[in-house]
């Protein structure tokens, strides 16, 4: 959950506490409290629904991410193809630890759902991460790929 949302719906939850210390009518107490309370569900409601959102966005572009990624990985299948018999057997190692790599990261993102707004920076972090290293790693085997068949 974001800092001002947090810091939004604390002065909210003050506000309420605030109020009932007031030296008001107990009607203006309780129309104000009400009030109050509404705008704290509201800021908690609006804090779910930008999580949501940010979830959402998360698992298009990891998609998009773990397309490329396979797009890459079938791309370096049909060049190894054509390779020395040491150069297979190399990438293919390191393809099919990339693969089983790839399909752990489509398991994560399939608990998506399942993560706590707490949770959800270090998972979002995680994600990103990992797809960092997916990418670098084929860049790494292409290179070597390339300097070894060429």
Same mark, same amino acid.
């Given at each position: ?16 506490? *605030? !109020?009932?210390?007031?030296? /008001? ?29 940010? $979830?959402? /966005? ?6 998009? =991410? !773990? ?20 150069? $297979? ?8 630890? !990339? ?7 489509? =398991?994560?993102?399939?608990?998506? &759902?399942? $993560?706590? &707004? ?7 972090? *995680?994600?990103? *991460?990992?797809? &960092?290293?997916? %990418? /670098?790693? !084929? /860049? %790494?085997? *292409?290179? =070597?790929?390339?300097? $070894?068949?060429?």
């Amino acid at each position: 959950m974001k800092l001002a949302t947090r810091s939004t719906i604390a002065a909210s939850i003050f506000a309420v506490i *605030g !109020l009932v210390a007031c030296h /008001e009518s107990p009607q203006e107490q309780a129309a104000e409290q009400r009030e109050a309370q509404q705008e704290v569900r509201q800021d908690y409601l609006d804090a779910k629904r930008d999580i949501l959102q940010e $979830k959402r /966005e998360l698992q298009r572009e990891t998609q998009a =991410r !773990l397309n490329t990624i396979d797009q890459k990985l079938d791309k370096l299948e049909d060049q190894v193809e054509h390779a020395s018999s040491s150069v $297979k057997q190399e990438v293919r190692e390191e393809m099919q630890a !990339l693969r089983a790599e790839r399909r752990e990261l489509s =398991r994560e993102l399939s608990t998506l &759902d399942d $993560k706590t &707004d707490d949770a959800w920076d270090d998972f979002k972090e *995680g994600v990103n *991460g990992a797809l &960092d290293e997916m %990418d /670098e790693a !084929l /860049e %790494d085997i *292409g290179a =070597r790929f390339d300097d $070894k068949a060429g």
